[in-house]
C-alpha cells in the first residue's frame, strides 16, 4: 500500500475554473515531486520541493502554482487551464540526495480540462 | 540533448520469460530505475541499478551495462497481474531522473 495519498482521484474542470490537486506522504521524506503523465510520453517533471523549498521549476506555465507548506503535504493550484493540460498528475516523494535516492508515487489525479 | 528508448508496447504469454529492454543517452549516470505502473495506479519501484551486471529480485532481474548505456529488466514465470506499463529512468549528473515513455506489456493466457 502506498505510502503517498493524492487526492481527487479525478476531476473535471472548466478552462475558467479554479481548483487543487492534495498530495500527503505519510513515509517521512523530505522531497516531494509534481509530474505530469501524458499518453505514451515519459513522465514530465514539474516542481520538485527539498525541505519545503522549492529547488525546480522546469519552465512550468505559471497557470499552475505549486504550494508546500510542509514537508508532508503539497499541492498544485490550477487556474485557467487548456485542454492540453489535460493528463495524469502523480505525486511523489523521497528522503531527498544520492544516487540511491528513490521516488515514491501517489495514484495520481487524472484531470480532464473542457 | 537526454534520451531513453523502450518498446512501446510488447506481447508475452503466461508462464514464459520477457525482456525488456532501456538504452539511455544521459549527461553523467547516477543509476538506472525500473518501475511498473498498473493502469490506473501510481507507478511502483521495481529495481535500481548502479553498477554494471544483474539484480535478482525474485521473478524479476535487472542488467546493466553503462559502457553501452543498456538496461533491461527480465520477468520470468509470467503472471496475469504482470500485466502492467514499465517505466526506465536514468538519473543524470545533477541527480535528475530522466523517464523513458514507458513499455506496456500485454500478458496473454
Known amino acids: 500500500e502506498t505510502g503517498v495519498t493524492q487526492t481527487p482521484r479525478h476531476l473535471v474542470m472548466g478552462m475558467t475554473n479554479k481548483k487543487s490537486l492534495k498530495c500527503e506522504q505519510h513515509l517521512g521524506h523530505n522531497a516531494m515531486y509534481w509530474y505530469k503523465q501524458s499518453a505514451k510520453k515519459p513522465l514530465e517533471l514539474m516542481f520538485v520541493y527539498n525541505f519545503k523549498e522549492q529547488t525546480e521549476n522546469n519552465s512550468v506555465p505559471s497557470r499552475f502554482s505549486p504550494e508546500c507548506p510542509n514537508s508532508s503535504h503539497l499541492f498544485l493550484h490550477l487556474h485557467t487551464l487548456q485542454p492540453e493540460d489535460s493528463a495524469l498528475y502523480l505525486c511523489a516523494s523521497s528522503q531527498g540526495g544520492g544516487d540511491t535516492d528513490t521516488q515514491y508515487f501517489g495514484p495520481g489525479t487524472r484531470l480532464t480540462v473542457l | 540533448g537526454q534520451n531513453i528508448d523502450q518498446p512501446t508496447e510488447m506481447t508475452a504469454t503466461e508462464g514464459a520469460i520477457v525482456q525488456i529492454n532501456c538504452t539511455y543517452q544521459t549527461s553523467g549516470f547516477n543509476g538506472l530505475f525500473w518501475y511498473q505502473q498498473h493502469a490506473g495506479e501510481a507507478p511502483t519501484f521495481l529495481s535500481y541499478n548502479v553498477l554494471d551486471g544483474l539484480e535478482e529480485k525474485g521473478r524479476f532481474s535487472s542488467f546493466l551495462s553503462r559502457s553501452k548505456g543498456y538496461s533491461y529488466l527480465l520477468l520470468k514465470e509470467l503472471q496475469m497481474k504482470d500485466s502492467a506499463s514499465y517505466l526506465c529512468?536514468?538519473?543524470?549528473?545533477?541527480?535528475?531522473?530522466?523517464w523513458g515513455a514507458g513499455t506496456k506489456l500485454i500478458i496473454k493466457p
Open positions: 529512468a536514468v538519473k543524470d549528473s545533477n541527480y535528475q531522473l530522466i
